[in-house]
């Protein structure tokens, strides 16, 4: 049974940083891409940070330079890095085996202004 527990979320005001954490079990990160997702209030799921097998790894313009994706081998765990934060970061973070049907309960990010 995969199971993917993300934490690490919280309130923070705009320029600030935070760093998310999701810990795997049933699964092995590093033999899969990875992904982070995130959902703001009434809106679609967005992938913001992919890392494939080998470890490279890619971002979409909104977070290039601000994010950065990781991984733990050891520990099976994957991080998403978020600095300088802006209002538009606010949503619910999910980590997400790209291509499987698995996910966590998410972890929440608020930034304020």
């Known amino acids: 049974q995969v199971q993917l527990v993300e934490s690490g979320g919280g309130l923070v005001q705009a320029g600030g940083s935070l760093r998310l954490s999701c810990v795997g079990s049933g699964i092995v990160f590093r033999l899969n891409a990875m992904g982070w997702y995130r959902q703001p209030p009434g809106k679609q799921r967005d992938l913001v940070a992919s890392m494939s097998a080998i470890g490279s790894t890619n971002y979409p313009d909104s977070v290039k330079g601000r994010f950065t994706i990781s991984r733990d081998n050891a520990k099976n765990t994957m991080y998403l890095q978020m600095n300088n934060l802006k209002p538009e970061d606010t949503a619910v973070y999910y980590c997400?085996?790209?291509?499987?049907?698995?996910w966590g309960q998410g972890t929440q990010v608020t930034v304020s202004s």
């Open positions: 997400h085996p790209i291509g499987e049907v698995y």
